[in-house]
């Protein structure tokens, strides 16, 4: 276990213990950003799993963004949970429910992808919704396959559907949990790492939400600032990102997608020099939606996949302004199919919520055939569609998994979340984001 600190070594050794010599379906490995998850679950994959054991890891994450760099780090093949399990999102065209249509669904005949030998591995667990882990653990109960979830429990709850519980599903089912309590990337007196943990334990309800005080590390270059406006410090960090030729490591994170919009517009406009709302060549954008051909049977663009915009061709479709584009993934590949991108996703957003309003309420005063009429509007324009968003600011939803060197946080956005529980874990979230800098507007 060369190379691994004390409490690497003890999760290592309880999870030899829980793969060998126990029948549970599900281990965990839980902990804060920079406490060595990523470390651990190497050397439990390639020293535990692959050498010392009959299993076949099966590695996946919950994020697109953390395929390629987790592919990266452990030197073998990682998929998305969707892509391994054959999972596609669904939607009756005309009830308007939405849901994951599995292979067995599609093909009674079908064979599993998983068996008695399966590990799989899943990083960013905690983003794993009710239905997910529903249909993982009937077919872990079906194939006798086993799951080690990696992540951290207190950051946003997953998103939720109709009166499902507002939880972390995949931290409540876990059977044994691997501690990691000594942090490995930063010091013990890192003023985001201390921010992180007065937030962490508010999580938790062991304390209150912490007092904000701008706290510099030395050097004066590293560590928390509290301003009263945001955005023109975001000005200020894109325009230093653009002058050093990178601004990819650069985000504001905030709670509601029309402040993320609003965002995103002045920054094109106050530091990109771009007025006109049309992506141009070279953007990077992120599919705020799972993107699907016309018909819905093939995902061109998964939910949360960050692709660059490689040629555009302006227009008007569905009676909207807007624009024809090509994308490239994260290796440079064509990505099959050119979508329409409206110029404005609050438009777009807004007619659906109008559209699906009404399908409601014709379903609700009984007129069924009304209500299917409208739901396959619905479906329609959201297919035509893509509702692709700039990057320069995100939700904190949208945000998790990657890492930045600085995060703005919009806390007065976030102060607009109901749930009081969910928004210190949106805070939390948002500040465990950054290695370097995190700018906070309170």
């Known amino acids: 276990m060369s190379g691994l600190m004390k409490d690497q070594q003890e999760a290592s050794e309880a999870f030899e213990q829980w793969l060998n010599n126990s029948h549970e379906t599900f281990c965990g490995l839980w902990a804060s950003a920079g406490f060595g998850k990523s470390w651990s679950a ?104 086993r799951v080690l979830m990696i992540g951290d429990n207190c950051q946003c709850f997953p998103v939720t559907r109709n009166d499902e519980e507002l939880c972390v599903p995949a931290y409540d089912i876990t059977e044994t949990y691997l501690n990691l309590y000594i942090p490995k990337r930063t010091d013990k007196d890192d003023t985001i790492y201390v921010l992180s943990n007065k937030l962490r334990d508010a999580v938790r309800g062991e304390s209150r939400m912490p007092k904000l005080a701008t706290a510099l590390n030395k050097g004066k270059k590293t560590g928390v600032r509290i301003v009263e406006d945001i955005e023109e410090y975001a000005y200020a960090a894109f325009r230093a990102g653009v002058r050093d030729g990178d601004t990819s490591n650069i985000k504001v994170l905030a709670f509601t997608n029309k402040r993320c919009l609003t965002l995103n517009r002045k920054i094109r406009k106050k530091v990109m020099n771009l007025s006109d709302p049309t992506p141009v060549v070279g953007e990077i954008m992120v599919a705020n939606t799972s993107i699907t051909q016309m018909d819905g049977d093939e995902v061109l663009i998964k939910n949360n996949q960050v692709a660059t915009v490689k040629s555009v061709e302006k227009t008007d479709s569905f009676g909207l302004p807007g624009a024809f584009i090509q994308y490239v993934d994260e290796f440079g590949e064509d990505i099959k199919g050119i979508v329409f991108v409206p110029a404005s996703p609050q438009k777009l957003r807004d007619r659906l919520h109008v559209i699906a309003s009404e399908a409601a309420k014709f379903r609700e005063d009984g007129n069924d055939e009304k209500a299917t009429s409208t739901w396959k509007t619905y479906y329609n ?41 969910q928004k210190l874990r949106y805070k939390y979230t948002a500040v465990t984001r950054a290695t370097d800098y995190v700018t906070i507007e309170d």
């Open 42 to 145: 190497k050397h439990i994959i390639q020293e535990v799993i692959i050498k010392n054991s009959n299993y076949t890891p099966l590695v996946t994450s919950m994020t697109n963004s953390a395929v390629g760099v987790l592919a990266d780090f452990v030197d073998m093949e990682v998929k998305t949970l969707h892509s391994l399990m054959g999972w596609v999102p669904i939607a009756n065209k005309e009830t308007g429910e939405e849901g994951i249509s599995t292979p067995a669904m599609r093909d009674k005949d079908v064979e599993s992808v998983l068996n008695k030998n399966s590990l799989v591995v899943v990083d960013e667990a905690g983003l794993m919704g009710h239905l997910e882990l529903k249909l993982l653990k009937e077919e872990c109960v079906k194939t006798g396959a």
């Open 381 to 421: 324009l959201k297919e035509g569609c893509a509702d692709m968003r700039f990057t320069y600011a995100m939700t904190v939803n949208k945000a998790q998994g990657i890492t930045l060197k600085h995060a703005l946080v919009d806390f007065t956005d976030i102060d607009q979340c109901r749930d009081k529980e």
